[in-house]
């Protein structure tokens, strides 16, 4: 449940930041309120097309069975998995330029479309918030198989994030928003281990994958992942009692090559 609860006002504070940042600059452009309208109804088409995707998904699940549904289901850990490191890497490389970037699409959306255009730029960043959530909330469920805490770790996740954006609204400026990305991205990536661990180990069950060496050690008399704190530790950072060798490779290699892209991200500043 926290980790859906996290990934929800995580992603939902981002969608909120960029409905406010669009919200301001129209304010200050828009003489007739056609704009605003416009805005408002691009985060409605958004988060109807997140939506669609999350039906969509639902649904296709539906229609397959046995080794074409297991398949779907490895694909979407793995997509998952890429898609947070994909987001948390160009957060690291655009996060300070996102205001004045957000700004010059809806000065050209604008000028090229009028409001159609304005609801475009306010739909896609919307969408793409909302479907990044949707498929990580899909490979968390296949990880934990929990959909009713899920469910309400998300829920809880949209009150929080609900409550933050009224609380900086206000004037309580509590958060660094400098800072929030930074921490909530590597705890992002944590995640994103998770669900690549968890699909590893599917590969492994369908013989896709060689054990190598299984286990490579066996720490479960100190930490079992099958005990209630454990299943939360490998929920959270893909922590095995007992891995295989292939597992430790393949997790120590993707911290590897986040740490390597993080450090040319910094280099190329």
Same mark, same amino acid.
């Given at each position: 449940? +926290? ?12 969608? &909120? ?5 669009? !919200?301001?600059?129209?304010? =200050? ?24 995707? +999350? ?6 699940? +539906? %229609? ?45 959306? &604008? ?16 969408? =793409? %918030? ?8 899909? +490979? &968390?469920?296949? %990880? ?32 660094? !928003? ?27 069950? &369908? ?32 922590? =095995? ?29």
């Amino acid at each position: 449940m +926290g980790n859906a609860l996290f990934i929800v006002w995580r992603e939902s504070v981002e969608a &909120m930041l960029v409905i406010g940042i669009l !919200y301001a600059w129209l304010k =200050r452009n828009d003489g007739d309120g056609t704009g605003l309208r416009a805005l408002w109804a691009g985060v409605a088409a958004g988060m109807g097309l997140a939506a669609a995707l +999350g039906w969509g998904m639902v649904a296709a699940q +539906g %229609e397959m069975s046995g080794i074409a549904l297991e398949w779907f289901q490895i694909g979407m850990l793995f997509a998952a998995t890429g898609l947070i490191v994909q987001m948390v890497l160009w957060m690291q490389k655009n996060g300070r330029r996102m205001k004045h970037n957000l700004e010059r699409d809806m000065a050209d959306a &604008m000028q090229r479309s009028g409001a159609f255009g304005i609801a475009a730029v306010a739909a896609l960043a919307v969408a =793409r %918030e909302g479907a990044e959530t949707v498929i990580f909330l899909y +490979g &968390m469920g296949l %990880e934990d198989n929990a959909g009713a805490r899920l469910a309400s770790g998300a829920a809880l996740g949209l009150l929080l994030a609900a409550l933050t954006a009224w609380a900086v609204n206000r004037g309580l400026r509590f958060l660094n !928003y400098r800072q929030f990305f930074r921490i909530s991205g590597f705890l992002l990536l944590l995640f994103a281990a998770a669900l690549l661990a968890t699909g590893v180990d599917r590969l492994i069950g &369908m013989g896709w994958l060689p054990t190598l060496i299984d286990p490579v050690w066996d720490t479960s008399q100190l930490f079992d992942d099958a005990s209630p704190s454990g299943a939360v530790l490998a929920a959270f950072t893909g922590y =095995r009692a007992r891995p295989s060798l292939i597992l430790v490779t393949i997790y120590v290699v993707y911290w590897i090559s986040i740490m390597f892209a993080q450090r040319k991200l910094v280099c190329n500043e």
